[in-house]
């Protein structure tokens, strides 16, 4: 398969971006799955050839990274955690389930092109665990149940969207943004959920706040005083600032006691 002079022309356009040129290898990788399915013999020989570099330390970086593909994926490509988390919460059930209900085994595809499953290291959700994905996009807090009826809506056609995100987009198309191309959807959804932000929201009812970058003038007062103090008074500053994030960790560990207490209770 050729690549496109449009194809050709954007893989310039994305080089033009950075201060070097080479910057600018993993988006054009992307560029090219998108434009092919995978990363094609053409499309390394066509980055090499841009870039002025040899077609091996393309191939390196292509073999290196597993977004990069060397044979087709199917449309919608379901990646499933299997790491610590996920797997004790019940990833290594849920990839079990998909490959004896799709027919497939890991890095496979079904025979109508549709769906390829892959077990993937840590989808950084683990808030959300078991967690799978679609064409980069979650899909939280998965059973095998809910996976198989997820697998079978992107095979029927139907419109899927992420839990935190957008509706569900083609393989290439999600390629293709990820090349640097918006498909102007970014806002859609959700970009966090509770579990995210439950960390946020004890901190706002307890009023706490974050340092002041660089700190404040009182506290560059503050601290430059202490300095100018006997070493006991140091301490007995230390002493209560360890007095302060303890006492912060005993109310959060309450917190979580009281919450767990509930649900008991529930």
């Not at 990363?39 to 090499?48: S, V």
């Not at 967690?131 to 149940?145: A, G, H, L, S």
């Not at 006991?232 to 912060?248: F, G, H, I, K, P």
Request: contains cysteine; negative net charge; glycine residues 8%.
């Amino acid at each position: 398969m050729t690549l496109s002079a449009e194809t050709l022309d954007e893989l310039r356009q994305i080089t033009a971006r950075y201060p070097q040129a080479r910057s600018g290898l993993l988006p054009m990788l992307h560029l090219v799955q998108s434009a092919e399915g995978r990363i094609t013999p053409e499309g390394i020989e066509a980055c090499a050839e841009i870039l002025d570099i040899t077609p091996a330390e393309v191939s390196g970086v292509a073999t290196f990274y597993t977004m990069y593909k060397r044979r087709l994926v199917g449309d919608y490509h379901v990646g499933v955690c299997t790491n610590t988390l996920c797997a004790v919460m019940g990833g290594d059930e849920i990839f079990a389930a998909l490959k004896e209900h799709l027919g497939i085994g890991n890095d496979e595809t079904t025979d109508d092109g549709v769906v390829s499953l892959e077990h993937v290291e840590c989808n950084a959700a683990c808030d959300y665990a078991p967690v799978v994905m679609v064409n980069w996009e979650f899909v939280d807090n998965q059973t095998p149940e809910s996976a198989r009826r997820l697998v079978d809506d992107l095979r029927s056609g139907a419109e899927v969207r992420s839990t935190r995100g957008p509706a569900i987009c083609t393989w290439r198309q999600a390629e293709r943004v990820l090349a640097g191309f918006p498909d102007d959807r970014a806002d859609e959804g959700p970009a966090a959920g509770p579990a995210s932000l439950a960390g946020l929201r004890v901190a706002r009812e307890r009023g706490w706040e974050a340092p002041a970058a660089g700190g404040t003038d009182a506290e560059d007062e503050s601290h430059g005083a202490a300095t100018d103090t006997d070493p006991d008074d140091a301490a007995a500053v230390a002493a209560d600032e360890q007095a302060d994030t303890s006492r912060a960790e005993s109310e959060a560990k309450l917190d979580e006691g009281k919450h767990e207490a509930q649900e008991d209770d529930a």
